[in-house]
């Protein structure tokens, strides 16, 4: 595997940034997303690439919001360029390129080392910074062994100073929003009557012969930008259920990229039923509303 470049402050940096976003551009052009979702990246890329100074400044200066600002630059471009001047690297290139390793990205918060960070993601089934922040506050987090409230609430605040520039300024009912359970669900039942038909990735970790190729889904829906793919994580391997557990990304305009699971449920009343892992009330609701009607 290729070492990873960093980038330097002057201005090759910017072209740097601009080859990431056209690298995006081109994966989300061959596994059939949007052409406006395409041209946005494409767009951003050349802006970033003919701009006449670093914009790295624009970070510096304004944070998310001094990026957001700039022209062709929306809020979920402006929060990817945030994220390769934070780490060098691009959680959704990662993810397009079958690349991604979300326990190195847990492991760049203070107090999370290899163990913690397999752990996180082996229960949890989060792979971002972002879902680890929203596991951390809505009491998830606590369910991993050997964290308690003292270090939640360390974990909370030393991610929110490494999320504090990527965003805009917090609204907090308005950050925590997510589509409507029918649209999830829907995202998940389209995904897997036609994973035969999508485009696929090769991910890179646990796939020792190369051979394995994962169904990738870019969809939008009401303002909602979605991507499906069948679970990499260990525990999906571990129980069985790669063909079963669908990690569905979400993200719009206004908020941050959230992720959630899906899975079909086993006992209970829902037995059989797909349901969005830790919010199976809501299901419930769903499911229960979606009998009534008919």
Not at 29 to 45: C, G, I, L, N, T
Not at 177 to 204: F, G, S, V
Not at 242 to 269: K, L, M, N
Request: with cysteine.
């Amino acid at each position: 595997m290729a070492q990873q470049k960093h980038p330097t402050k002057d201005s090759s940096e910017n072209r740097f940034v601009a080859d990431k976003l056209s690298e995006i551009a081109d994966l989300l052009e061959q596994q059939a997303a949007s052409p406006f979702r395409v041209r946005a990246y494409q767009d951003a890329a050349e802006y970033v690439r003919e701009l006449p100074h670093p914009v790295r400044l624009d970070y510096e200066k304004g944070g998310k919001r001094g990026l957001d600002d700039l022209p062709t630059i929306g809020p979920s471009i402006a929060a990817a360029i945030a994220e390769i001047f934070d780490t060098g690297s691009s959680g959704l290139l990662d993810r397009l390129r079958g690349a991604a390793d979300p326990e190195k990205v847990f492991q760049t918060v203070p107090m999370i080392g290899p163990a913690l960070a397999r752990e996180i993601h082996e229960v949890l089934g989060i792979e971002t910074l972002e879902a680890l922040e929203s596991a951390a506050h809505d009491g998830s987090l606590e369910a991993i062994k050997g964290i308690g409230p003292r270090r939640v609430e360390s974990l909370r605040h030393s991610l929110s100073d490494m999320l504090a520039r990527r965003r805009r300024p917090r609204n907090t009912a308005q950050d925590r929003q997510q589509p409507d359970i029918a649209d999830i669900l829907a995202i998940d039942a389209a995904y897997r009557a036609h994973a035969d038909q999508l485009p696929t990735i090769k991910p890179r970790r646990f796939n020792p012969t190369g051979d394995t190729r994962l169904p990738i889904l870019h969809t939008d829906r009401a303002d909602w930008q979605f991507t499906a793919l069948f679970s990499n994580s260990p525990s999906a391997h571990r129980f069985g259920k790669t063909r079963d557990w669908v990690v569905i990304y979400f993200e719009r305009a206004s908020q941050p990229e959230g992720q959630v699971t899906v899975v079909t449920e086993h006992g209970g009343p829902l037995d059989g039923k797909r349901v969005v892992r830790g919010q199976e009330a809501k299901c419930a609701e769903f499911y229960a509303a979606k009998k009534a009607a008919h």
